[in-house]
């Protein structure tokens, strides 16, 4: 959820760990649930703050971010992506999806189109998300809150339908 992090280090691990799918550490689910929410929670309290998060965001930037030049290329992103799948290789046909949505993610956190993700040009992205998850406005996210479950249904104000909650 750090979050945008994750998005980046979604979108580069778009195969592996944002895709890191439907375990831990895939998606929100497997961070919330794996051991990045435990890492991104500096004081071990079971909230992560903005500050903790921002943390967090920063250095899996530097992580992804292989050259240390403060801007990460789709090829840095896909390299790292690579580095965390290890041995499994998705299937031709699921790595091609990947591959569009890592490129798309990333032309939408290129806010200036330079062909580099910088971590001021994440940033506003992870804290709006961070803020979308933060379903009680405490500044802090749960393991529940960013796990989200049910909330399409759970989370329906009046007049909403299913699939027009928040999320």
């Not at 998606?27 to 990045?36: D, H, I, P, Q, T």
């Not at 992804?64 to 090829?75: I, K, L, W, Y």
Request: net charge neutral; charged share 30%.
């Amino acid at each position: 959820a750090l979050l945008a992090g994750a998005a980046l280090v979604v979108a580069a691990t778009a195969a592996p760990a944002l895709a890191q799918g439907h375990h831990a550490g895939r998606g929100a689910g497997g961070f919330a649930a794996g051991e990045a929410f435990a890492r991104a929670d500096a004081n071990n309290d079971g909230r992560v703050t903005l500050e903790e998060g921002r943390a967090w965001l920063a250095a899996r930037f530097a992580e992804v971010d292989a050259n240390r030049d403060g801007g990460v290329t789709f090829e840095e992103m896909r390299a790292y992506a690579r580095s965390r799948m290890g041995d499994r290789q998705p299937p031709a046909e699921a790595e091609a999806r990947m591959q569009q949505r890592g490129q798309a993610m990333f032309r939408a956190f290129d806010a200036n189109g330079d062909t580099r993700v910088t971590l001021e040009e994440l940033r506003p992205f992870a804290e709006a998300m961070f803020r979308a998850r933060d379903l009680n406005a405490d500044g802090a996210l749960t393991r529940d809150e960013v796990m989200r479950r049910g909330d399409r249904h759970e989370r329906r104000g009046p007049g909403m339908g299913p699939g027009m909650g928040p999320g």
